[in-house]
């Protein structure tokens, strides 16, 4: 079975840390861009970051440029979002996405192949 789980949401205090994963089964993630996205309650899903499978470039969304950090481990199949610096307005479910490319900063408008569950992030004190 081809699919995306998305692991490590919690909750956190503003100011503190958590790292999201992203861990393929069936496939290869290797070969695959990684979109993570957001969605708030009553707000637009908003596309965070992504990163390519073929040079490692990577994309963020103005909101958490600095903050946030995507990376991947190919021999783990994982793709993890690390965030720093949390705000309470970063309160939202967590999903990872594949697609062939990221596709520059139109990342968040183009359509991926899989998506994770998602994974609930809280940051409240």
């Known amino acids: 079975q081809l699919q995306l789980v998305e692991s490590g949401g919690g909750l956190v205090q503003p100011g503190g840390s958590l790292r999201l994963s992203c861990a393929a089964s069936g496939f290869t993630l290797e070969t695959y861009a990684v979109g993570w996205f957001r969605q708030a309650p009553g707000k637009a899903h908003e596309g965070v970051s992504c990163?390519?499978?073929?040079?490692?470039?990577?994309y963020y969304a103005d909101s958490v440029k600095g903050r946030f950090a995507v990376s991947r481990d190919n021999a783990k199949n994982t793709v993890y979002l690390r965030m720093n610096s949390l705000k309470p307005e970063d309160t939202a479910v967590y999903y990872c996405?594949?697609?062939?490319?990221?596709?520059?900063?139109?990342?968040?408008?183009?359509?991926?192949?899989?998506w994770g569950q998602g994974t609930q992030v809280t940051v409240s004190s």
């Open positions: 990163i390519n499978g073929t040079d490692g470039s990577t």
């Open positions: 996405a594949a697609r062939p490319v990221c596709g520059g900063n139109s990342y968040p408008y183009l359509p991926y192949d899989y």
